[in-house]
């Protein structure tokens, strides 16, 4: 699965964790510095992307280690994560 069909799944599921439009999140928008997303919220958005896709997100792997980095992901850099998980996982 590519990210153009991982958007359409992703952005109201981040949408709802954010409390923001769909609208509002845009491929470039940053999570934190743009869409103000908390540690709680990504959080919320971690369960929500597993759960979305069935897939599972080691504690830690896709927030709390870009952060670390001082790395604020965008939203796109999401869906490619969300897409290298799903193509991983065994056919």
């Known amino acids: 699965m590519n990210t153009d069909a991982i958007f359409p799944r992703l952005l109201p599921q981040l949408a709802e964790a954010l409390g923001l439009a769909p609208e ?31 897939i599972t997100i080691p504690e830690g792997q896709l927030f709390e280690d870009t952060a670390r980095r001082g790395h604020d992901l965008t939203v796109e850099e999401v869906a490619a994560f969300i897409a290298a998980r799903l193509e991983a996982r065994p056919h």
């Not at 940053?30 to 597993?50: N, P, Q």
């Open 24 to 54: 509002a999140c845009l491929p470039q928008a940053r999570l934190t510095s743009d869409l103000g997303a908390e540690s709680i919220d990504l959080v919320d958005l971690t369960f929500r992307i597993e759960k979305t896709f069935g």
